[in-house]
Nanobody, 125 residues
């Protein structure tokens, strides 16, 4: 059974940084797409970034380009999200997601099969 466990959330002031981690276990796919999503209260869950295990191809939502960086450690089955220059609008529950296969298609919720429980990020002004 695939399990994704997020950690690293917290409260920071605007302009600060946080690094989220996602530990994956029970994964049987040789190649996979890992992603981070976020959901603020009263809003739909939206994609933040994805990375593919094969070649490290990445993609970012426009709202986080240049501020967030997704990375992975395939040997340790870890995915990270380095978040810099945080803004109050980045406040949300952040979720790690995964799907098997040779490609990352999009940052769409429906493309991902496995989800973590989330970690809260709060950015104060």
């Amino acid at each position: 059974q695939v399990q994704l466990v997020e950690s690293g959330g917290g409260s920071v002031q605007a302009g600060g940084s946080l690094r989220l981690s996602c530990a994956a276990s029970g994964y049987t796919y040789s190649r996979n797409c890992m992603a981070w999503f976020r959901q603020a209260p009263g809003k739909q869950r939206g994609g933040v970034a994805f990375i593919h295990s094969g070649g490290g191809v990445t993609s970012y939502a426009d709202s986080v380009k240049g501020r967030f960086t997704i990375s992975q450690d395939n040997a340790e089955k870890m995915v990270y999200l380095q978040m810099n220059s945080l803004k109050p609008e980045d406040t949300a529950m952040y979720y790690c997601a995964a799907r098997g296969g040779d490609y990352c298609y999009s940052l769409s919720v429906s493309d991902f099969s496995y989800w973590g429980q989330g970690t809260q990020v709060t950015v104060s002004s």
